[in-house]
């Protein structure tokens, strides 16, 4: 199903509502809004905001070099703004969240094809930089991600790009966790969370292998506070939103090439989603589970997942 199709298929007033919502206006945030390529440098104007090092604008794309006093280090974001936008308009925002180990900055685009997935949606899509093993969270020691996710950049993006309150989420394997964390640990911040692949049960042994791959001590992360963390324990806090959950079991699937292994984390991962869906239906949460058998952890998957959870990742936002 083409992208395209797949936006047509929303009620009309839905798209009506949110193209209202676009069109209402603000004093213009700056941004440079010039020739594909543009590069602008805006320092800080307050104590503790993120200052904006470097902006490079391409069609729809933007992406920025940010200096994070939580993270106390620069890091990228990259924006995908709406066909329509112009400084003054208003859009609601959608979240996207990336996986761990990655040094290179955000991958959604570069390799989840968000870009065209998100085409014709009126929304501003947020894609930040998260770690190469972030966890999304304020480390007790070290980089605080979920201070730099949900309050320094959600600032900017308010200010300088005209985003609304009107937010989901999603994300990836980690970014599965940081979505479903991040909209438990923050009640009414979000109005529908997505989960691809994610760590949606974390376990003290994915938090030891994945600081291990990044050289980073777990000690540092949450120390004895892991429920304060993880999805399932905060399911309760899910149900006043619709929640979407996605995985596969390892076995190589219809997106997967010829002569693809098993892929055993992958099968690992199903394990904690169906613990997840179990908590979650019995909590009453309004969760949609697609653990859709073979398939591996790979992009292909998270790039139709988000095709398919779009529809109710933008009627949310409605």
């Not at 004093?27 to 010039?34: E, H, L, Q, S, W």
């Not at 760590?199 to 030891?208: A, H, K, N, Q």
Request: contains cysteine; glycine residues 10%.
């Amino acid at each position: 199903m083409t992208r395209r199709l797949l936006v047509a298929l929303l009620p009309a007033l839905l798209l009506a509502a949110l193209t209202a919502t676009a069109c209402a206006t603000t004093p213009p945030p700056v941004v440079a809004t010039g020739s594909a390529g543009r590069t602008a440098s805006v320092p800080s104007t307050r104590p503790g905001e993120l200052a904006v090092l470097d902006e490079k604008r391409t069609g729809r794309l933007v992406r920025l070099t940010v200096d994070s006093p939580a993270l106390r280090a620069t890091a990228t974001v990259e924006l995908l703004l709406p066909a329509a936008w112009r400084p003054g308009t208003r859009w609601p925002v959608l979240y996207l969240l990336d996986g761990c180990c990655r040094r290179a900055g955000p991958a959604w685009v570069s390799d989840g094809r968000a870009d065209e997935v998100t085409e014709d949606a009126p929304v501003i899509v947020v894609m930040p930089e998260a770690g190469y093993a972030g966890f999304y969270s304020d480390w007790r020691d070290g980089p605080q991600w979920e201070t730099f996710h949900l309050t320094e950049l959600r600032r900017l993006v308010e200010e300088r790009y005209g985003a609304t309150g009107r937010r989901a989420i999603a994300g990836l394997s980690m970014g599965g966790f940081g979505a479903l964390s991040y909209a438990a640990r923050h009640p009414g911040l979000f109005r529908a969370a997505a989960s691809f692949s994610g760590l949606v049960d974390v376990s003290r042994e994915d938090v030891e292998y994945l600081t291990g791959q990044s050289g980073d001590d777990p000690g540092k992360l949450w120390g004895d506070d892991l429920a304060a963390h993880n999805p399932t324990a905060l399911v309760d806090r899910l149900r006043d939103i619709p929640v979407y959950v996605s995985c596969g079991n390892g076995e190589p699937g219809p997106l997967d090439a010829r002569n693809t292994p098993r892929d055993g984390g992958e099968a690992f991962i199903e394990a904690e989603n169906r613990a997840f869906v179990k908590a979650a239906r019995a909590a009453g949460v309004k969760v949609t589970a697609r653990l859709y058998g073979p398939g591996t952890h790979r992009w292909p998957y998270w790039t139709r997942e988000l095709e398919r959870a779009l529809p109710m990742l933008l009627e949310s936002l409605s």
